[in-house]
């Protein structure tokens, strides 16, 4: 059974070898959310995210036997790099193995972390049946990304961190994938004060260990924008932890999260992946249960695809009425392109994207439809925009 001794044990194997990661308070996410909130930047770790805590834990107590054989690892993200950049740094042998649509740019970083990287399966149950098979036939320790107590006791430390920097927390908000996180810090905190709460997230596409806890049977979806805690099946071992330690279980979905990653680039300018926001994201949905309260959020990692935040960057100005597509209807007549430009200036948006279109429309023939993509300051601007548009005697709609 996973103790406080043993993540003791990992913080004196760790010091020094993985960043001390700073947890400080947010003054703007505190006024937003009315509970004063305290960041714990584990983005900054090395290879951006806490997954290497574990990693290295379990690496450091390996026998001399074990060692010399090496270790096997399945992920398709930073556990990956975790056991391949520590295993490289120690001299492992380090192999991983990786579904066959991993993208490219997560081979090639968990490659340059010196691990042998065996791509196999179209999912990640197949890719887990391999790296079991390679370590049964080369005599390979296999390092399990969550279901294992040295991994959460490495994890763990990070609850002796935030208790160490900020003692008065009353609250420590979770996410949970497979759960080695949350049942490393649940242990340490409830060791080191009793009265702390411990609260879990998951997605709402994802709710495996709420599944289990409560034995209710909401629907699994196939992906979300939080890959790192997409896991279907919870440890047993972390399950029981959770079951005993952790005081609340909270679901967020997919917009949460994206206006999580968004606030904490803006408000924080910190890059975070979706698993790293969902606890703001539950502060976000639930604020209720957080009100007054002193709550640490574990930005839990920093690894995002680029076109992914973009994305999510693009919609949450269209949410907030910074980005907003309009389509204006008006009499084909020379200048009247002119017109609407001079309109939207006039109004101070800017124009980002021009549609005309004549054929594929159901207007008049004498009518032309004009959709424009503008740059707006927030939601009453783009009424202004619209209603000025609508003063000069054009149909304008919001359609985006």
């Given at each position: ?306 076109m992914l935040l973009a994305a999510i960057i693009e919609r949450g100005m269209v949410r907030s009425g910074r980005l907003a597509r ?64 609508r003063a000069a005697g054009m149909q304008a709609d919001r359609i985006g």
């Open positions: 059974m996973l103790s406080f001794a043993d993540i003791q044990a990992a913080a004196q194997r760790l010091n020094g070898a993985v960043l001390l990661t700073p947890c400080v308070e947010s003054r703007t996410l505190s006024q937003i959310t009315g509970a004063q909130v305290f960041l714990k930047f584990e983005n900054l770790q090395f290879t951006a995210s806490f997954k290497e805590r574990g990693a290295l834990n379990k690496l450091l107590m390996l026998s001399d036997e074990e060692r010399a054989h090496g270790v096997v690892a399945m992920s398709a993200g930073n556990h990956a790099q975790g056991v391949a950049y520590h295993a490289q740094r120690l001299g492992l042998r380090a192999v991983i193995v990786m579904p066959r649509f991993t993208p490219g740019v997560k081979v090639e970083r968990t490659r340059g972390f010196g691990a042998e990287v065996v791509l196999h399966g179209d999912t990640l149950a197949e890719a887990r049946a391999h790296a079991y098979q390679l370590a049964q036939e080369q005599q390979l320790t296999f390092v399990h990304p969550y279901d294992d107590e040295a991994i959460a006791a490495g994890q763990g430390t990070l609850a002796l961190e935030m208790l160490q920097a900020q003692p008065d927390l009353d609250t420590l908000v979770v996410a949970i994938g497979g759960g080695g996180l949350i049942a490393g810090i649940a242990t340490a905190a409830k060791a080191i004060k009793p009265g702390i709460e411990v609260v879990g997230v998951q997605t709402q596409r994802f709710p495996s260990m709420v599944n289990a806890l409560r034995q209710t049977d909401l629907p699994m979806g196939t992906s979300t924008i939080a890959e790192g805690i997409a896991v279907t099946q919870p440890g047993v071992i972390t399950q029981e932890v959770v079951k005993r330690c952790v005081d609340d279980l909270l679901l967020v979905d997919e917009g949460d999260i994206e206006q999580a990653v968004l606030m904490l680039l803006e408000i924080e300018k910190t890059l975070v992946e979706g698993a790293g926001a969902a606890g703001l994201a539950a502060l976000l949905r639930h604020p209720q249960p957080f009100k007054g309260k002193k709550v640490g959020l574990v930005l839990s990692g920093g690894n995002i695809d680029p309009l389509r204006v209807s008006a009499r084909d007549v020379p200048g009247v392109l002119a017109q609407i430009t001079t309109t939207v200036a006039a109004a101070g948006a800017n124009i980002e994207e021009v549609h005309h279109q004549r054929a594929f429309t159901m207007l008049a023939a004498q009518n032309v439809e004009i959709e424009l993509v503008l740059q707006t300051r927030n939601q009453p601007h783009v009424e202004q925009v619209l209603q000025a548009l």
